[in-house]
C-alpha cells in the first residue's frame, strides 16, 4: 500500500500549491515514516494498521502564522525510544538508517509523542507560495 499513499500524498500536495520540489519533499517524508514505523514499531509487519490523517491549517511560523500541511500518523506498535531516534551521520556510506534524516531535512516540523497508548508522528510542511513575478 506504500504505493497508494505516494501518489496519494503527491496529488494533494500538488493540489494544495506546493512546488514540485516540496511535492516531492513531502512523499518522501512520509513514505520514510511510514516504512520506519512498518520496520521498528510493528518489527516489520507490514499488515498492522497504521492512522494517517492530513490536515490543511494556519501555524505559527515566524512569530505570524502561516498556511501548512500537518500530516499525523499514529500506530499502536513499539514504543519509541526518543534517545535512539537519532540518524547515523551522513559520512557514514552504507544502505539504510538515513530515513530520520531525510524525514528532518524534508519537513519543517517533525514531532513524536506517545498518546493513549498509541505512537504519533507528527509533520508540518509550510506552503510556500511565490509571488507572481512583474507584469504578470
Given at each position: 500500500m506504500?504505493?497508494v499513499?505516494?501518489?496519494?500524498?503527491?496529488?494533494l500536495?500538488?493540489?494544495?500549491?506546493?512546488?514540485?520540489?516540496?511535492?516531492?519533499?513531502?512523499?518522501?517524508?512520509?513514505?520514510?515514516?511510514?516504512?520506519?514505523?512498518?520496520?521498528?514499531?510493528?518489527?516489520g509487519?507490514?499488515?498492522?494498521?497504521i492512522?494517517?490523517?492530513?490536515?490543511?491549517?494556519?501555524?505559527?511560523?515566524?512569530?505570524?502564522?502561516?498556511?501548512a500541511?500537518?500530516?499525523v500518523?499514529?500506530?499502536n506498535?513499539?514504543?519509541?525510544?526518543?534517545?535512539?531516534?537519532?540518524?547515523?551521520?551522513?559520512?557514514?556510506?552504507r544502505?539504510?538508517?538515513l530515513?530520520?534524516?531525510?524525514?528532518?531535512?524534508?519537513?519543517?516540523?517533525?514531532?513524536?509523542?506517545?498518546?493513549?497508548?498509541?505512537?504519533?508522528?507528527?509533520?508540518?510542511?509550510?506552503?510556500h507560495?511565490?509571488a507572481?513575478?512583474?507584469?504578470a
Amino acid at each position: 500500500m506504500l504505493c497508494v499513499v505516494r501518489n496519494a500524498v503527491g496529488e494533494l500536495t500538488a493540489k494544495l500549491g506546493f512546488s514540485e520540489p516540496d511535492c516531492r519533499a513531502v512523499v518522501r517524508a512520509v513514505d520514510e515514516a511510514l516504512t520506519n514505523i512498518i520496520r521498528h514499531a510493528y518489527l516489520g509487519n507490514p499488515e498492522q494498521p497504521i492512522d494517517a490523517s492530513f490536515h490543511r491549517i494556519d501555524a505559527p511560523k515566524d512569530g505570524q502564522s502561516g498556511d501548512a500541511l500537518e500530516i499525523v500518523l499514529e500506530d499502536n506498535g513499539v514504543t519509541a525510544n526518543p534517545e535512539k531516534m537519532c540518524g547515523r551521520a551522513l559520512e557514514d556510506i552504507r544502505p539504510g538508517g538515513l530515513g530520520l534524516h531525510f524525514i528532518r531535512e524534508c519537513m519543517d516540523t517533525v514531532e513524536f509523542s506517545r498518546n493513549n497508548g498509541r505512537n504519533q508522528l507528527r509533520l508540518v510542511k509550510f506552503l510556500h507560495v511565490q509571488a507572481p513575478k512583474k507584469g504578470a
